[in-house]
């Protein structure tokens, strides 16, 4: 395998489970680190904010800089307020995306939106599900962080954004807009502002569908790692393959 300057770790079921980290991975990104190669983060988790996203890394033994950390919630943020400006926004969601709004200057509204944005909300009751079909039968435009419809935690898989905003948009009749992985929206940031290119990027993850496609979007390298989503079995039946995989990162 080749060395590169920014290797992009997607976060559940690549570097944790749940509470739990994955000793191959936590162990590679502590040898880059030794390397003096600091590693990026790309999630579609839109419910942590960066400080958060960064402490659930140091709980399993991975010190990682603010800057190095990329979510869904951040990148939805700036689409819409660089594609709606002072348009009325709604949202599901929890911290993470809230907060990422509101830093751009988006203060979330509860009635009669022009956009409505979702992410995930692990306290969601039905009420909540019922306001968003409504606003996006209104003319709202759906934006969703991603379209995960599970992910991996230490007791299982539970539904993930991707459930919720696919039942929403059944029921409106309305494709969302998935902002998050497989889109490549959180590599073309890093590439950016660190000014990087792509023959210099990889990026790591369980899930071919969310961060392997992210990856071949993008146009960089990728390693699957069988360590949650997709199994390898799996990924070789697909007509684009990952340019390595991998059963554990060490």
Known sequence: MKTYKAYCFDLDGTVYRGKEGIPSAVAFIQQLQQQGIEPFYVTNNSSKTREQLQEALHAVGVEAPLHHIYSSALVTAKYVAMNFPDKRVAMIGADGIRLALLNEGIEPVDNEPDVFVMGIDRTLDYMALAK??????????????????????????????????????????????????????????????????????????????????CGIHFGCDTIHVNTGVTPTSEVLTKEQQPTYLVETLV
């Open 132 to 213: 968003a079909t409504i606003a996006v039968q209104n003319g709202a435009a759906f934006i969703a962080t991603n379209q995960d419809i599970k992910f991996p935690t230490e007791y299982g898989f539970l539904p993930g954004n991707g459930s919720f905003a696919r039942l929403v948009g059944e029921v409106a009749g309305v494709e969302p807009i998935y902002i998050g992985k497989p889109s490549a929206a959180m590599l073309d940031i890093i590439a950016l502002e660190h000014c990087f290119t792509k023959d210099e990027m990889v990026m790591i993850g369980d899930n071919y569908d969310t961060d392997i496609m």
